[in-house]
């Protein structure tokens, strides 16, 4: 069902109560004082050797460098709110590589860390060794990560939950870049952010370009990310996602979709309340730019109150919402494609702008 409505404002109050509730998310990660317990690690053994040792308040420093990873790294040591655990470049100009050549870089089960101006690089001989370059389960909550790159990998952030039914809430994740340099041959999903069950999250001004996987005779469906999982609360904000930026489509078969609310959905076991009603609520789709997508720049599934507001989409097919359980705001977007509720989706649109022109080609080829 959709509804034009031109007398439902598209300003809220949700803004000033996400900046309240992600006070202390911004206060701890943005501290100036001089750390006293610092670490400058300069090989991989220093570097194992310090995280084994890591206590609340430490920052470890990565000396300009390459460190290969062909180990798991379990971050398991909890930090504080007034003290986290940092993991950074010593150098900004001059980021410390991590060369991950394992299925998982790291793994991140213990709440309060920060990871900035990083370098991931994915480089196993099969691409199905190389899912996540950082992998948040369970209790991996209040985490930071911003000013990195991550480049190679299936999934390169992975969110879930554990068996004792925790789920890493209030995640900031900005100003990254997300990327691969080749076509993913893989049978696993291929979605560089890659949120199940996480709540509060924000996902803001990070680059998102080509995430593919290989197809053969059958259709491959890959998102530049997506919240699903039965979680609340949620935004994707000021972000540039090129579906397809240096990696031409293969074909028709080849469908790559921008951002997502819902995703292709999640079996029960893996959803927060165990049964997926709906696959998120109260997720937030704003000010961001999506390119070059073969199938829709936006998709809501099962997406519950969402919001989908000022965003451009170019060379798309536009925004899709879908299913009984999905109500949605759509205002304000500006696209050369169309909106459509599809299998009894509710939508609300207000003052969206269809654009008239088409685009051929926005890559960087």
């Known amino acids: 069902m959709e509804r034009l409505d031109t007398s439902i404002g598209y300003k809220n109050k949700f803004l000033d109560k996400q900046k309240e509730d992600w006070r202390f998310i911004f206060d701890f990660s943005n501290q100036n004082e ?53 993991l950074k470049s010593l150098n900004e100009e001059e980021p410390a590589e991590l060369v991950v050549v394992t299925q998982e870089g790291f793994v991140l089960t213990a709440p309060y860390w920060i990871f900035s101006n990083l370098r991931f690089r994915g480089d196993c001989e099969f691409d199905t060794h190389c899912e996540h370059a950082l992998h948040l389960a369970g209790n991996a909550k209040y985490a930071v990560i911003r000013n990195s790159e991550f480049k190679n990998f ?13 789920f890493p809430d209030f995640v900031l994740v900005e100003n990254n870049n997300f ?5 993913r041959e893989t049978k696993n999903p291929v979605t560089p952010i890659d949120v199940v069950g996480g709540s509060n999250w924000i996902v803001k001004q990070n680059f998102i370009a080509d995430f593919a996987r290989k197809n053969k005779s059958k259709m491959s469906v890959a998102y530049g990310a997506f919240f699903k999982g039965a979680g609340e609360n949620s935004l994707f904000e000021e972000n540039l996602v090129a579906c397809s930026w240096k990696l031409d489509y293969q074909s028709a078969l080849d469908v790559r979709i921008g951002l997502s609310i819902g995703g292709g959905g999640s079996g029960k076991r893996f959803c927060r309340d165990k049964n997926c009603n709906f696959e998120y609520k109260d997720g937030k789709i704003h000010n961001n730019t999506i390119l ?5 720049g936006i998709y809501l599934n099962k997406a519950k109150q969402s919001q989908v507001y000022n965003n451009l989409l170019l060379s798309t097919l536009g925004i899709d919402a879908r299913f009984p359980s999905t109500s949605a705001d759509i205002s304000n977007n500006s696209l050369n494609g169309r909106i459509k509720s599809r299998d009894n989706a509710s939508t609300v649109l207000v003052d969206n702008h269809i654009l008239s022109y088409e685009f051929h080609s926005l890559n960087a080829n």
């Open 154 to 166: 299936n999934a390169h952030i992975k969110a879930n939950g554990n068996y004792s039914g925790q």
């Open 179 to 183: 990327t691969n340099e080749w076509v």
């Open 34 to 86: 001089v750390n006293q317990n610092s670490i400058i690690v300069e090989t991989k053994q220093a570097l194992q050797q310090a995280i084994s040792d890591v206590k609340p308040g430490t920052v470890i420093y990565m000396a300009p460098g390459r460190y290969l990873i062909n180990k798991t790294v379990k971050l398991d040591q909890a930090g504080f709110e007034n003290a986290p655990i940092e």
């Open 292 to 296: 070059n997508c073969s199938d829709v």
